[in-house]
């Protein structure tokens, strides 16, 4: 069983950059592909980007590609998302989850493990 927790998540304007955390529970953290998605209100929830158990393994959403940047560090249990140039259409929250195959999925249905989720709004 995984506990994810995001944090880091606020209202901020269009431009600005924001990094969100989520600290995972769990002794097998560094076994699982990790990732964000966002939902909007209205909207269903989309793939924001995801990593493999080594950086070496990322994808993102063509929306966010050269924007945001995710990370982990495993001696911490924990991914971050740095999330730069922020626009009024990135608003959303934000939710961290896992998944126990070695390989990034788009696909939210393909994780297993979800946060809560995190707030972010970005005014233009």
């Known amino acids: 069983q995984v506990q994810l927790v995001e944090s880091g998540g606020g209202l901020v304007q269009a431009g600005a950059s924001l990094r969100l955390s989520c600290a995972a529970s769990g002794r097998a953290f560094a076994s699982y592909t990790m990732a964000w998605f966002r939902q909007a209100p209205g909207k269903e929830r989309e793939f924001v980007s995801a990593?493999?158990?080594?950086?070496?393994?990322?994808a993102y959403a063509d929306s966010v590609k050269g924007r945001f940047t995710i990370s982990r560090d495993n001696a911490k249990n924990t991914v971050y998302l740095q999330m730069n140039s922020l626009k009024p259409e990135d608003t959303a929250v934000y939710y961290c989850?896992?998944?126990?195959?070695?390989?990034?999925?788009?696909?939210?249905?393909?994780?297993?493990?979800w946060g809560q989720g995190t707030q972010v709004t970005v005014s233009s």
């Open positions: 989850a896992a998944r126990i195959v070695l390989v990034t999925s788009p696909d939210p249905r393909q994780y297993t493990f």
């Open positions: 990593v493999g158990w080594t950086l070496g393994r990322t």
